[in-house]
């Protein structure tokens, strides 16, 4: 017996950027499809001609390469398949599932109201009009009577009693097709196997199924996901900020870290675990860890999922998104002996960054130039005691140390050692000493400060508090 290839599809409308919610959509149909040998198809919802814009099909494609969802084949555009979707709404109206409706904007309004009052479903009193009339109509699904059923992977089973249900439009008056033809027409001419989208779309399930059993195509299996709601349980809206995925690229996220995020937002494999990579993802997905519950943002657990991402990147990949991240900030200047001392502390940095905005700012120490900027607050760090006396005398000792055993062991000995001697606290030179060394910026421990500056760099800032404070050292 042939198994039928499953075949998934993903289909936005191209009205705005791409939310994460949609890329959430977008990945379970990819990872699901994948999980089984199946394909994966990319669908430009673009029939309302006023509302869909270049714009927003570009950012929606930009997207989904940044967040690494292929799609086979070429994108559709469900605008050209307009003359398929008014043949299948021919074949209704021949049928007798759909019927020419010639009520007037007045007609309709007046039509609403009154259903609005009865608590009844519309139906145009065109229904059972035979004769054609010289006069603009729309197309209507005539809805049965009945009930509508359908088994859902993640909702269950549902089932709607016809009546709940307007007889709906299925091509304007200008003749134009409307959404809910359209993607049935679509789905069922892609061989989509199963339609994978948000829990806002279940309603349209029982009217599209509604439609699938009058044209006679088999019904694809369906599966609702819950929508994702704010980190207050409701649902997700501006006020929450970053809805684009665009903005979560700006806020320094990994495609990759998203991704999982996004994953694991609704879809649980066995005991919470929290990272995967890749090829492990499309071994083990599966509808049924999908949970039917609406999902929460947690900005918490997204920076951690990221940062665990962070800290298994490569060092090359992430020092060239540092390096397009400061261009793009335009504060610093960057050469070969500094983006060569980004890639030497990059293990350092990226253990203490959840993103790379986070990897930016940790960076910021490493790429200032002398002489150095100090708050106010921060130089009174200098006239603290005997700071500046301790810290002069520490980098004589650190200037004994060979450009060849400069490294992390031996500048830890030769503070100790100091320290030793001096019998002194860590923090009387370590303070003045970090100060001087990364004017306040965030930074490791001092003798990673010092290693990843190197000897040249770290005795140029030194000498340069020294030159500025000498009066407190000679008086
Ligand atoms: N174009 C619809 C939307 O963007 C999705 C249609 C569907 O997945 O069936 O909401």
């Known amino acids: 017996m042939s198994v039928k290839k499953v075949i998934t599809r993903f289909a936005p409308s191209p009205t705005g950027f791409l939310h994460i919610g949609g890329a959430r959509t977008a990945l379970f149909n990819y990872y699901f499809a994948k999980s089984l040998d199946g394909e994966f198809h990319l669908r430009i919802e673009d029939t309302d001609k006023i509302r869909s814009t270049k714009e927003a099909t570009d950012a929606i494609i930009e997207g989904l390469n940044w967040l690494g969802i292929p799609h086979d084949g070429e994108i559709i555009y469900q605008s050209a398949n307009e003359k398929l979707h008014v043949k299948a709404a021919h074949k209704l109206l021949e049928t007798e599932f759909a019927y020419k409706c010639y009520a007037s904007s007045d007609e309709l309004e007046a039509l609403r109201k009154e259903a609005l009052k009865t608590g009844k479903s519309f139906r145009s009193p065109y229904r059972d009009t035979k004769s054609t009339l ?144 890749e090829s492990t993802i499309t071994k083990i997905f599966s509808m049924d860890g999908v949970n039917s519950a609406p999902a929460r943002l947690d900005f918490d657990k997204m920076d951690f999922i990221n940062g665990q991402h962070i800290m298994k990147e490569n060092d090359e990949t992430l020092l060239s998104l540092l390096i397009s991240t400061i261009d793009k900030q335009n504060k610093y200047q960057l050469n070969d002996i500094l983006e060569k001392r980004l890639l030497n502390a990059m293990p350092s940095l990226k253990s203490r960054s959840k993103n790379i905005i986070d990897l930016t700012n940790q960076a910021e120490y490493l790429i200032i130039t002398v002489p150095l900027q100090f708050t106010e607050k921060n130089k009174k760090i200098f006239q603290k005691n005997d700071a500046i006396k301790y810290l002069s005398a520490l980098t004589s000792e650190l200037k004994c140390l060979e450009e060849l055993e400069w490294n992390n062991d031996n500048i830890q000995q030769v503070i100790k050692n100091y320290l030793e001697l001096k019998n002194i606290g860590f923090g009387k030179v370590g303070q003045p000493v970090r100060m001087a060394l990364t004017g306040g910026n965030p930074s490791p421990d001092l003798s990673l400060v010092l290693n990843y500056l190197g000897k040249t760099e770290s005795l140029l800032r030194l000498q340069n508090i020294i030159d500025e404070y000498k009066d407190l050292i000679e008086e």
Request: charged share 20%; no cysteine; aromatic share 10%.
């Open 134 to 277: 010289k006069k603009p109509y729309t197309v209507r699904f005539r809805v049965p009577d009945g009930n509508t059923n359908i088994e859902d992977l993640v909702q269950g089973n549902i089932n709607w009693n016809n009546a709940n249900f307007d007889d709906f439009v299925l091509l304007r008056a200008d003749g134009t097709p409307t959404y809910m033809l359209a993607v049935v027409v679509d789905d069922h001419n892609m061989n989509i196997t199963h339609v994978i989208r948000g829990d806002d779309h279940l309603i349209n399930a029982g009217r599209q199924a509604m439609i699938y059993n009058a044209l006679g195509w088999t019904i694809p299996i369906w599966a609702h996901l819950s929508l994702i709601h704010g980190p207050d349980g409701k649902k997700l809206s501006k006020r929450h900020g970053a809805l684009s995925v665009q903005e979560y690229k700006n806020m320094g996220y990994l495609p990759k870290g998203l991704k999982n995020y996004l994953l694991k937002l609704g879809w649980a494999h066995g005991d919470e675990e929290l990272f995967f990579n």
